[in-house]
């Protein structure tokens, strides 16, 4: 047992310009806890001063702890890293740039012990203060996710969160080389409720999540979550099956018309008909590759909260029902 009872986890890129206003905001709202606590500042490979000024501020403030990586791994990476070194019962993760707030985290820690939560989502009540185009953006992507993965993604939702102990266990023994903890968490299936906020504007710098990352991530979270992608072979080559058979039909009117000349008609329908064979036949080696890629992902098919049936269950545990809070 390491005594620490509340990780605070805080990927950071090239953030020297927010690294005195997030330790200002951060450290008196964890300080009034008045539980042990750590924070567990991820350096994804930073440019600038940003570790040195974590180091700096590491003499003053015992529980800041600074991790840095070797190189630029990704804001997922990077928080991965933090998850698997973090030791507190419960374990928050938070970006640096106090778009959301470290307020927030009391009530998410309180909600947790109150009502029996292993997982506690920050979900934004007010987005205004970012872009018309990055809100536009954020909402196509929940809505795509849900509609490809299931609604159990809580909507704006983002990498602002609490994780019980158990949870981060679970986390880290997932053999997953792209973690996209937005829909990894959820896909778990614990108790979770959520804690709203206001989304604010960024203290300092610039953004790290540009058009291109923010692709990327909608291409990870539809990649690793969903065999969609290697299904539209076989959709394409279903929807081309039947637009060759009306062609066919055509080819051949206008054969018994006369109006085309010897040969067209043959050729036409052959090439129609290999055509779709390809297609249909490239659809089922995607079906066949989307199994062995689930396959090969490793993920369980399940996780057993309680067993009455186990030699010695321990103290009983009734399964937790999810609040209705988390299900919107």
């Known amino acids: 047992m390491t005594g620490v ?6 990927p950071m890129f090239n953030e020297e310009a927010v690294v005195p206003a997030l330790v200002a905001r951060l450290r008196p709202v964890l300080d009034g806890l008045a539980v042990a606590y750590e924070v567990v500042a991820v350096d994804d490979g930073s440019g600038d001063r940003t570790a040195a000024l974590l180091f700096e501020q590491g003499r003053t403030w015992p529980e800041l702890r600074l991790l840095r990586l070797r190189r ?3 804001h997922q990476a990077a928080l991965t890293a933090g998850l698997h070194r973090a030791r507190g019962d419960w374990v928050v993760s938070i970006d640096a740039d106090l778009q ?6 009391a009530p998410m820690l309180a909600a947790a012990r109150e009502r029996g939560l292993d997982v506690v989502y920050g979900v934004r009540s007010d987005r205004s203060s970012d872009s018309l185009f990055k809100r536009s953006t954020a909402g196509a992507y929940y809505r795509l996710m849900r509609r490809l993965i ?4 809580p909507a704006q939702a983002g990498d602002f969160r609490l994780l019980s102990r158990e949870v981060v266990e679970v986390l880290k023994v997932l053999p997953e080389r792209t973690p996209v903890y937005r829909l990894l968490v959820p896909s778990l ?3 979770s409720g959520s804690v709203s906020y206001v989304r604010e504007k960024r203290a300092a710098g610039e953004t790290k999540y540009p058009l291109r990352k923010m692709a990327g991530l909608a291409w990870d979270s539809a990649a690793d979550f969903s065999a969609a992608p290697l299904r539209l072979a076989t959709w394409l080559g279903a929807l081309a099956f039947l637009a060759c058979l ?6 051949l009117v206008v054969w018994a018309n006369g109006t085309v000349i010897p040969g067209w008609t043959s050729l036409f329908l052959a090439v129609l008909l290999l055509a779709a064979v390809q297609l249909i036949c490239l659809g089922l080696l995607g079906e066949y590759v989307a199994r062995i890629y689930r396959t090969v992902q490793n993920r369980p098919a399940f996780h057993i909260g309680f067993d009455s049936l186990a030699p010695d269950p321990g103290p009983v545990d009734i399964p937790r029902q999810r609040p209705a809070a988390a299900a919107r």
């Open 150 to 153: 299931g609604g159990d993604v």
């Open 189 to 191: 299936g614990f108790a």
């Open 246 to 251: 009306g062609l066919m039909v055509f080819g």
């Open 72 to 74: 630029n791994s990704g």
């Open 100 to 105: 959301d707030p470290p307020e927030a985290i």
């Open 5 to 10: 009872v509340l990780s605070v986890v805080v």
